[in-house]
């Protein structure tokens, strides 16, 4: 069984005591491929030492979170392309919308939301796309920018069945986290309805820890756990969810 984290952020603090050995247990538990989403220039020094330890399994995007857009976005902007530039990336992430936490930059993540898109052409990169509070505005950008081409994840799909479907209409896939695995959060009644092509995994580790761990800091090894709930709302063994969402992963993200 292979699986991919397509979203973990392996590279936080959290991690600073015992990184090396939270990521060789996820190794060893069949999570080959770990995808780190940047938050913002702040971040970037440490996810790209996590990558340089593990060159082969963890794979560092880069992008400028929206809870992160501040008033020195352009400067952090200007950072995500030069990064960018190096070709050292395998997507633009994470990126999108946040009005939960603040809505004082609002316009302002709007834009960096809508630029970081462009350079996700530009560079022929798929993208992991954060939405919280925001899906009407933010769809409606990568509405407005998607093309044939574009391709990316809505991360930690939590939406009902009308975001679903908005989301497969334009091409884009769903990535789907712990929350699945809590009772009364509705989600795996959605998730039944989704057609498995469209489906991915993700921990967002540390955040999000799906049951029987909730509450307590997530990891990429826990990925299975997931994969077994998507499995049992499926009806379908666990080995065939990892095949599937595993190839819905790389036809998004380019892993060599
Ligand atoms: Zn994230």
């Known amino acids: ?10 590279y936080l603090e959290q991690f600073d005591e015992d990184r090396t050995e939270v990521v060789e247990a996820a190794i060893a538990q069949d999570v080959k ?30 992008g400028l979170h929206p809870t992160s857009v501040k008033e020195n976005y352009e ?30 930059y609002a316009e302002q993540q709007k834009d960096a939301f809508r630029r970081q898109l462009k350079m996700a052409k530009k560079y022929n990169l798929p993208v992991s796309i954060h939405i ?17 081409k574009l391709q990316g994840i809505f991360h ?11 989301i497969m209409d334009i091409g884009f896939k769903m990535g789907i986290g712990g929350i699945v695995t809590f009772k009364n959060a509705g989600l795996a009644e959605v998730v039944e309805t989704i057609p498995e092509k469209y489906l991915v995994l993700e921990t967002d580790a540390p955040f999000l820890t799906p049951a029987p761990f909730r509450g307590k800091r997530n990891q990429s090894v826990y990925l299975k756990y ?31």
């Open 132 to 148: 919280r509070d925001s899906f009407d505005i933010a769809y409606h950008i990568v509405k407005e920018e998607s093309t044939d």
């Open 33 to 62: 491929w770990m995808l780190l989403p940047n938050i913002d220039g702040d971040s970037l020094d440490d996810m790209k030492k996590l990558h340089l330890e593990f060159p082969n399994n963890c794979l560092p995007m880069m």
């Open 75 to 104: 400067e952090e902007l200007r950072l995500v392309e030069k990064e960018l530039q190096t070709g050292k990336y395998i997507a633009v992430g994470e990126i999108g919308m946040d009005l939960y936490w603040d809505k004082e």
């Open 226 to 256: 997931i994969a077994e709930k998507l499995a049992e709302i499926k009806s379908k063994p666990v080995e065939e969810i990892a095949e599937i969402t595993t190839k819905n992963a790389l036809e998004v993200f380019t892993i060599e």
């Open 1 to 10: 069984m292979i699986l991919v984290d397509t979203h973990t952020h392996l």
């Open 156 to 166: 930690c799909f939590t939406g009902g069945k009308n975001e679903a479907k908005q």
